[in-house]
């Protein structure tokens, strides 16, 4: 069966500092890979997207990027955080076609 | 281009009342649609999803219908349990990939 990990789960930072959360998927081969952010009580903001190694779409300008080095790894990256950077970042996968997204177990990150 | 409204928040119900969380939808062809659950602290959960107009998905006790004479898929639960306190959120996915999600309905049931 087909899992998704992500990690850490929690994540501190101050202001000014980079960061690196990481998505892997197990199980399947070329899946899309998607990260969102996740506002305190509000909804889900897609931020990237990826159709397979070395593509990545980006759905808002913003301080962060993504990078997808294998085929079941996606990461996100930032070379300086801000205060508006905080927020529950989760990562999710899917196949083609109608085929729903499965969430990971997310990354709350706070910045100080 | 597409989209989905669902029902603004929060829902408060004491345990065993019914449930009706209001969506709807707008899109270019035949998307399929889904329900999704995030329990406090923890990412979204798949809870049921319908593919073509007038499947019934349900899981758990919830259903929705996929009616598209009026682009609706509301989530009902006959009786809810304080262990639903959650939120819920709403979504389309086109061919294309391109899946959107409602804002989210926070669901507090009361013993």
């Known amino acids: 069966s087909q899992t998704i990990h992500q990690w850490p789960a929690t994540l501190v930072q101050p202001v000014g500092s980079p960061l690196s959360l990481e998505c892997t998927v197990e199980?399947?081969?070329?899946?899309?890979l998607y990260w969102y952010r996740q506002a305190a009580g509000r909804g889900l903001q897609l931020l990237f997207y990826s159709v397979g190694i070395g593509q990545i779409s980006s759905e808002v300008p913003q301080n962060l990027s993504a990078s997808r080095p294998q085929d079941r790894q996606f990461i996100l990256s930032s070379k300086k955080l801000l205060l508006s950077d905080s927020g529950f970042y989760l990562c999710?996968?899917?196949?083609?076609?109608?085929?729903?997204?499965?969430f990971g177990d997310g990354t709350r990150l706070s910045i100080l | 281009g597409n989209s989905v409204t669902q029902m603004e928040g929060p829902v408060t119900l004491s345990e065993e009342a019914f449930l009706t969380i209001n969506c709807t939808y707008t899109?270019?062809?035949?998307?399929?649609l889904f329900w999704y659950v995030q329990y406090p602290g923890e990412g979204l959960q798949l809870l049921l999803k319908?593919?073509?107009?007038?499947d019934k998905g349900s899981n758990k006790g919830f259903e929705a219908t996929y009616r598209k004479e009026t682009t609706s898929f509301h989530l009902e639960k006959g009786s809810v349990q304080v262990s639903d306190s959650a939120v819920y959120f709403c979504a389309l996915k086109n061919n294309n990939n391109d899946m959107r999600f409602g804002a989210g309905t926070r669901l507090t049931v009361k013993p």
């Open positions: 899109a270019t062809g035949y998307p399929s």
């Open positions: 999710a996968w899917s196949q083609e076609s109608n085929q729903p997204q499965h």
């Open positions: 319908a593919t073509k107009a007038d």
């Open positions: 199980g399947t081969s070329n899946p899309n």
